[in-house]
């Protein structure tokens, strides 16, 4: 969205302002309906955890009543703010707001069209009397005077290592130390919640090194930083895989997380009455692998929303003379010089994995089976990405946490509309790129609804690529193209549903991943699983992304309809930044506060 400040004097700060203390006293009256009032007719609210003990956006103003009928005695809210300075442009002033609760601090943003409110935004950002140590609060790291019984700082580590897990149970276990288990855990840890992070991989950081060799980021830097460490200026645009498993591992170490490497959970029963998980896990210290039995109050899993890999069974697989492997097994393109490497799909995996085999010197085929979303890294980074995450937006004082709280304010239901101009810039500027795709016999699509690669990350968490460089190798003929389905494999190769038989001495199945509720059945049962339901997607009833409408992603950084069960991941971006919301909804139940949930999401979808 472009900015243009109104001109000094203008009266949208007097606009904001009095919006604002209309409806604090509508908030202090108790009186819904002329806190409603304030809001257009078409309105979102949404929460993140300060009002609702949810991730929730309500829609419309009879959602909106309902809300604060709902929850309004119970969080008093007082002291709404404006903070910093009011905006407008084309219609709509913004601001950012601050508040409390009565157990709370929080932050928000408000968006209003004639001087009612169209979308409202608000956060939580810690507990009264559980604020982190941090700035002038930060702890003392020494204990100046003597003492015989003096415990070093690495003592005290050392112990604790002993202990937790063993004679004292941890509040929390997080199953899953990808970057996202790791990232909630620092969380936890600055709260005061013991945690334990359970991971199969042997270090911190494994999970990105096991992952093909030519792999970095897809993401720049600027919107991938952990919480607390932001990367140094020197940082890499786009971190190589093996790096960033390295940040992640001294990330680990720094932040004091009690990570269990080489440790894989098995299963995990939740004891009603004593409100405790039975979590079984195999664990080895060095010694082979011993059971350990944790019993936590709350169990997240962080098994990544792109962790198990959707390996599809073919007819004729055992024939086959060459090698099958799905993405998340290759390696790399070494030995296949001069040889056939068929890859079977054409997304982020597939464009990469083709891309690397081809400068090895492979002769390489992609067989097509869907149309697929291509935006070039450089156009993505200009117009969708920029004005938030880039140097240019760290200049004029946009910082991480702006940002983050930014792109949060923005609902999903109307999130493409807010994407598409951008993606219609792009299909103007990257024209000729685009028609040599489509000449090359790419089929190519821009999402459902046309608003490009985030609305389908969000939806279904697949169905792109961000272009950096493989695309012209399809486009140029250099990496062969096919389309079709995959039909069955032979001895030399495979042959799809039309036929077309080609030959291949490795065949890569670059098919994607399924949701994480599948692997975490596999450790609570497919009944809780299915109580559960769906892990990601918006039900925005677009492809892969099946309804009904809920507004936020399903299941991800909020209480589902298991108790004491949470589900963490997503990208860095969304890591870092729903980490601290799922750390405050446990450190709040760690010490007993109310926390009534207001529109729990009901379950769909098995998977
Ligand atoms: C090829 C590829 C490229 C990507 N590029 C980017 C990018 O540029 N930027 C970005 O932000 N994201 C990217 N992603 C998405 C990426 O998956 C996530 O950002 C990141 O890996 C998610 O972290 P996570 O911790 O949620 O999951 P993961 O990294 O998948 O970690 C989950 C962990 O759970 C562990 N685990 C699973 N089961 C068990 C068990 N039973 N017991 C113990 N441990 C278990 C696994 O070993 C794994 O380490 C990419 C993904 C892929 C596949």
Redesign the pocket.
Known sequence: MTQTLDRPGSDVGARVEQWVSSFQEALSARDVDRAVSLFADECYWRDLVSFTWNIKTVEGKDEVADLLRSVLDGIDPTGFAVSGEATGADGVDEAWLRFETAVGRGTGHVRLKDGKAWTLLTSLDELKGHEESKGENRPKGTFHGADPDRETWKEGREREAEELGYSRQPEVVV????????ALAARLRQLGVETIV????ERPG???RK??KS?????PVW??HLPYLPFPDNWPV?APKDKIGDWLEMYTRVMEINYWGS????SAEFDEAEGRWTVK?QRDRGNGPEEVVLRPRQLVF??????KPNRPEFPGMDRFRGEIQH??EHPGPEGYEGRKVVVVGSN??AF?ICGSAWEAGADVTMVQRSSTHIIKSDTLMELALGGLYSEEAVRSGVDTRTADLTFASLPYRIMADFQKPAYDEAKVRDADFYQRLREAGFDLDFGDDESGLFMKYLRRGSGYYIDVGAADLVAEGKVKLVKGQLAEFTETGIRLDDGTELEADLVVLATG?RSMIT?VA??IGDEMAERVGKVWGLGSDTTKDPGPWEGEQRNMWKPTQQPNLWF??????Q?RHYSLYLALQLKARQEGLDTPVYGLQPSHHAE
């Open positions: 199953i899953g130390g990808g970057q996202g288990g790791i359970v991971e199969r991989n494994d999970s990105w992952r093909y792999l970095a980021l897809h993401d919107y991938d786009f440790t894989t959970a098995e896990l962080a098994m990544g929303v792109s962790g993405s998340s982020n995996s990469d991943y692997s596999d450790i963490h991941g997503g990208n860095l971006h890591s």
